[in-house]
């Protein structure tokens, strides 16, 4: 084994009825995340209302998020190589 992929499709908003909203800093979301009250002042964090043009979903299709595990010396001992 030479490495490892991962890949997660993520949902991308509908540029038509996106709106921003406030974020609760409470949020397990946001915690996990290491968002701060500064982060959110300088970013617009947004969500998809629904519209005609995607169905009342908010979303226009998805993107791929990928991640790649080299195998080097010590993942190999870690899996028993």
Same mark, same amino acid.
């Given at each position: @084994?030479?490495? =490892? ?5 993520? /949902?991308? +908003?509908?540029? *038509? ?6 974020? !609760?800093? $409470?949020?397990? #979301?946001?915690? *996990? +995340?290491? =968002? &701060?009250?500064? !982060?959110?002042?300088? *970013?617009? #964090?947004?969500?998809?209302? %629904?519209?005609?043009? /995607?169905?009342? &979903?908010?979303? /226009? %299709? /998805? &993107?791929?998020?990928?991640? @790649?595990? &080299? @195998? $080097?010396?010590?993942?190999?001992? +870690?899996?028993? $190589?």
């Amino acid at each position: @084994m030479i490495g =490892i992929v991962s890949q997660w499709l993520a /949902r991308q +908003l509908c540029q *038509h009825c996106k709106e921003p909203f406030e974020a !609760d800093l $409470n949020s397990p #979301v946001i915690r *996990h +995340l290491g =968002i &701060t009250a500064e !982060d959110l002042r300088e *970013h617009k #964090v947004y969500e998809g209302k %629904g519209c005609e043009v /995607r169905r009342q &979903t908010g979303y /226009r %299709g /998805r &993107t791929g998020l990928f991640e @790649m595990l &080299t @195998m $080097n010396g010590e993942t190999a001992s +870690l899996i028993g $190589n």
